[in-house]
T-cell receptor
């Protein structure tokens, strides 16, 4: 069974631009969560999607948005990029069933804003 | 909002000794507490988890304890080995939302 796949692996963008990151969950997983990882701040929760609906949201500004498609693939968009948005963005998918269960992480997309 | 505090941020132990990492959480409704290990350049991976109806869980050299009254939980690694060197994250989950601590960098000294 293929794992969680994130594309692209690396991105370099200029301040003020926007970016879209993609996440393909493990087959059969319907929950997809996104996290921002920076040194010293750990893994910060962005949002979680389940069956094309945003079910949970973290404390990030509205420049961060996401969506989920009918095949459970998810995209995350960041508009008006700032230098502080440079980070590793991880997505994770969880199997169906109970709400709280193991999250399987992708390799991440390393975003650098210059 | 929900918050998870994790201590220490860095921990060095002699190979063969035990390591303990402690976490506290703020939302008393949290009912699932996973621990993830992240090796350098790799993705986080689940090493053990515990649900709120259990006080302790053990898997070989790794154990986790949970005190719901005090809202804290701990990871215990016994007989540490070089491959245990990594960053460890605790987390608390409610309704599909997983909040992570800031991580503990564990160094195993030869």
């Amino acid at each position: 069974k293929a794992g969680v796949t994130q594309t692209p692996r690396y991105l370099i963008k200029t301040r003020g631009q926007q970016v879209t990151l993609s996440c393909s969950p493990i087959s059969g997983h319907r929950s997809v969560s996104w996290y921002q990882q920076t040194p010293g701040q750990g893994l910060q929760f962005l949002f979680e999607y389940f069956s094309e609906t945003q079910r949970n949201k973290g404390n990030f500004p509205g420049r961060f948005s996401g969506r989920q498609f009918s095949n459970s693939r998810s995209e995350m968009n960041v508009s008006t990029l700032e230098l502080g948005d440079s980070a590793l963005y991880l997505c994770a998918s969880s199997p169906p069933g109970t709400l709280n269960t193991e999250a399987f992480f992708g390799q991440g997309t390393r975003l650098t804003v210059v | 909002g929900e918050n998870v505090e994790q201590h220490p941020s860095t921990l060095s132990v002699q190979e063969g000794d035990s390591a303990v990492i402690k976490c506290t959480y703020s939302d008393s409704a949290s009912n699932y507490f996973p621990w993830y290990k992240q090796e350098l350049g790799k993705r986080p991976q689940l090493i053990i988890d515990i649900r709120s109806n259990v006080g302790e869980k053990k898997d070989q050299r790794i154990a986790v304890t949970l005190n719901k009254t005090a809202k804290h939980f701990s990871l215990h690694i016994t007989e540490t080995q070089p491959e245990d060197s990594a960053v460890y994250f605790c987390a608390a989950s409610i309704g599909g939302k997983i909040i992570f601590g800031k991580g503990t960098r564990l160094h195993i000294l030869p």
